[in-house]
């Protein structure tokens, strides 16, 4: 079945596996009660959001950068990253003793930047996208000889990712359907070279983001195509065109590539979180959101790959609101009441009633919408879910409040 | 070293494992590269916060129900909880096929409640505070013959929660030092019970939430005292009297009781979603916090208690907003400028000058406390820690901006 033609094979990646044992971590595979439940079919985790520098990027990284010639090794790396590529080079840079410099954009999370850092990258801040940095990367290595080396567009980078698709075949022998995220396909191309030589009937699905998703039109079309816009808060699988070397082996053996929403991800994070007690970042939970909303056929056992876990706190308070939101848990109103006293009173003591929990409060005379004798006060409101927020609205219109939805579905 | 008039034994203790095997997760032990780094000592966490109903309530629970009588266990049981009490009893009566009621307090977080439900306990929601639900609770017992199952004052409880240590010791034989909250002690009572029986040298500490924290006056006076006041946002340990059944364990087996604040707790929390990719709750996470802040002499190997990962969403929202503020990561500054055009621009591209990330921006003209002529700017702002912080704001006065720090550390 493989073609000669193909970048990478099962021997480069059972290669990769060899060189990055002791070095990566082999990481757990968890059988989720929760969402099995959900879906009604068994599915396993495979937290690589516990993997070494937070995301499973180091397995690449380390493969690629460990086969260096001593003469590259000496002439240092270069490479440009908002995140993950970002730690996993700088971390399998400092386990092999070499220089490393990471171009960063402005406005990268702060405690990605740090972790860089820490890993004892030298770290430029350069532009305000991944790739106004990969130019300033570009332009080092030229200037200097450094090398670069490229998140998901090269062989031995594809090879070690699919070390992830050996510890899975190893951890669940009878899997039936992986599913993962996919950006430049590194990680899918990996271990889809993988897991279609040793088990030619597992089902294997990419994952995109809606607003972000060179896949589908690219294998439709046989050949990468760039995409003209990218929207989505999933930066670690924001890429605008596949990789050529993932391409290759995605077209050849991937089964499907589906695309998920951002609500979706926020959506999957929170069950994370909440069931799991488990972080993982939006481009990480891609997969187990492709389960949730019903994207992906369910033969079991099912393994949903979390990619990585470093998500920046502040970003992970958008995620949770937008996560509550989405699973009807958290409304915000604004209602119309008289401007008399006690009116405010009344409208909390109603919801109240209702058993929804306010979570904020503010009250303002000066909307140019109120009439004068009006106050408009917003609310923040927790409900147990879409019927409970739907049964508070019903009761606030049935005492005659005119009230506008600011978010949430009703 | 035991007393005959101690009301747990370390038999108990291992009978109650016993009956408990199949039933509890035993839960992993996790060596923290970065706690150990941090503190300069080898720590491991003990995840309870993975344990079946996401904390080791169930271990208690089952213990005590398990062992009712068929004639009680046909009268059914009745339990008073905010939370994770209220889930392990609904789960461990579900698992023993026993009817359960349980009463919780009206604002209670609304996913421990449908929890709480999902188990199949019948759930009563009334008076707004646990002592309130608790007088429910006894009145039911006391009208129906419903067993009134206590969190934490029954020998049973306590050695149901003591089967968590056994498993510490079976997983870290050499133990040194084990850090575990405490709020009405069933949880630190069963472990020490334990563990001073079989390494009589290790050294055991509690930690309880300084806002309430009975155990040290009531150590201190040999007998357990009642607080008058609790403040914490940590529910799962604000308990106001210690129980008399383990208060006699902790006063003769425990080496110390520390407090810590709810800061110090936000802090380690933050510490565990960002390197350990773990949600714990509040109090889970006390153990963590009494190591970060010194709090507990540093004999290695440390076992460091995740009690539990139940946190409502929305607090855990606030949770990680003070965390960083904690760490001196996130400010919140009122600054002061001209009501003239561009006058905004100014002052944010100052901000990005800095390299720290602008959160949100209120623009305001309202304020009585503003001259004529003057608005007030409110900025959230992410900054890269207390060195950084304080050169944004030093920058900001040397351009001349009147600026008041509205929370985070300068």
Known sequence: ?????LPVTLDDVIAA?????????????????????????????KCENLQRA?????RGAYTRIARLSEEEKARGIVAASAGNHAQGVALAAQLLGIDSTVFMPIGAPIPKLLATRAYGAHVEQVGTTVDEALVAAKEMAASTGAILIHPFDHADIVAGQGTCGLEILDQCPDV???????????????????V???????RIVGVQAEGAAAYPASLAAGHPLALTTMTTMADGIAVGRPGDVPFA????????????????????LLVLLERHKMVVEPAGGASVAALLTGKVDLKPPIVAILSGGNIDPMLLLRVI???????????????????????????????AEQRANIVDVAHSRQNPRLSFGEVEVQLSVETRGPDHSAALIGALRSQGYPLTLLSGTP
Do not use: C, N, W
Not at 33 to 40: D, N, P, Q
Not at 176 to 194: E, H, M, N, R
Not at 196 to 202: D, E, G, S
Not at 249 to 268: G, M, N, P, Q, W
């Open 176 to 194: 039936k359907t992986i599913v993962t995220s996919a950006g430049g396909g590194g990680l899918l191309a990996g271990i889809s070279t993988a």
């Open 1 to 5: 079945m493989a073609s000669p033609s």
């Open 321 to 351: 609101e937008h996560g509550l939101v989405s699973a009807g848990r958290f409304l915000r109103l604004a209602v119309r009441t008289g401007d008399q006293p006690g009116e405010l009173a009344r409208l909390l003591a109603e919801i």
């Open 196 to 202: 279609r030589a040793l088990r030619p009937q597992a």
């Open 54 to 58: 937070g995301s499973f990027k180091i």
């Open 17 to 45: 596996q060899d060189l990055l044992s002791g070095v990566v971590r082999p990481t757990p595979l968890e059988y989720s009660r929760a969402l099995s439940e959900r879906v009604g079919a068994d599915v396993y985790l």
């Open 249 to 268: 082996l995605v077209s050849r053996y991937v089964d499907d590539v589906v695309t998920v929403t951002d609500e979706d991800r926020s959506a999957a």
